[in-house]
C-alpha cells in the first residue's frame, strides 16, 4: 500500500481514508468527495477560473460527443449525462437532481440546435479551457491539479463540485459550506 492520506473535516466525524489520492473507499460520500476537491483547490483565484471554465469544459466535451449516436436517437452525450447524473443523485439526492437538470439541458440545448457550435470552436473552447485549468492550478494554486492523482474523480467530480461553489455563494447549506471552506485539509 502507498501513503496514507486523510482528508477530514474540522468539527465533523466524516473522513476519507485512501491508500493514495488516486483511489477512494468513500465514493458516494459526497462530503469526502467535497474534501478531496477541496484539498486542490484553496486558492480564490484557481476557483474563479475553475468556476468559468470547468462549465465550459462540460458544455464542449458534450458537444464533442453529442453527433455519436448509440440507439435510436440516444447520443453519447446523453449517456454521459445520465451516468453523472445518477451518480450525483447517489452523492447527495436534491443538488443531484438539479446537477441532473442542468445536464438533461444542456442536452436539450445541444439537440435542438438552440446552441450551435461548430467543431473548430468546440475544440478551440475546449482547448482554452484546459490551458486555463493548469494556469489555474501552476500560477494562482501553486499545486498539481487532482486529475494528476485522480482523472476519473476529478472529471466527473469537477461540475458537480462548481454548483456546490455556486450554491455556497447563494446561501445554500451553510454548514457544509463552513466545513469545506475551513476544515479540510490535505494531510
Known amino acids: ?10 468539527n465533523s466525524s466524516a473522513t476519507l481514508m485512501t491508500s493514495s489520492p488516486k483511489s477512494s473507499s468513500s465514493l458516494f460520500d459526497v462530503e469526502a468527495q467535497l474534501g478531496f476537491y477541496k484539498a486542490y483547490h484553496n486558492n480564490t483565484a484557481n ?20 453527433d455519436i449516436e448509440l440507439w435510436h436517437g440516444y447520443n453519447l ?4 449525462a445520465f451516468a453523472f447524473g445518477i451518480f450525483y443523485i447517489v452523492l447527495q439526492t436534491w443538488t443531484g437532481i438539479l446537477a441532473s437538470l442542468i445536464l438533461a439541458s444542456i442536452c436539450k ?25 493548469f494556469i489555474g492550478h501552476v500560477v494562482f494554486e501553486g499545486r498539481k491539479p487532482a486529475l494528476v492523482d485522480n482523472l476519473v474523480q476529478s472529471l466527473v467530480l469537477a461540475p458537480y ?3 456546490y461553489e ?16 475551513s476544515g479540510w485539509t490535505g494531510n
Do not use: C, E
Not at 476557483?47 to 453529442?66: A, K
Not at 452525450?77 to 454521459?80: V, Y
Not at 455556486?166 to 471552506?181: A, Q, V
Open 77 to 80: 452525450s446523453h449517456a454521459a
Open 109 to 133: 440545448v445541444l439537440n435542438d440546435g438552440t446552441v450551435r457550435m461548430s467543431q473548430t470552436t468546440t475544440w478551440l473552447l475546449f482547448a482554452i479551457s484546459w490551458i486555463f485549468q
Open 166 to 181: 455556486l450554491l455556497f455563494k447563494l446561501g445554500f447549506m451553510p454548514d457544509l459550506k463552513k466545513n469545506y471552506r
Open 1 to 10: 500500500m502507498g501513503k496514507q492520506n486523510a482528508y477530514s473535516l474540522k
Open 161 to 163: 463540485f462548481i454548483l
Open 47 to 66: 476557483v474563479l477560473i475553475h468556476s468559468i471554465f470547468v462549465p465550459t469544459i462540460l458544455l464542449t466535451s458534450l458537444r464533442l460527443v453529442n
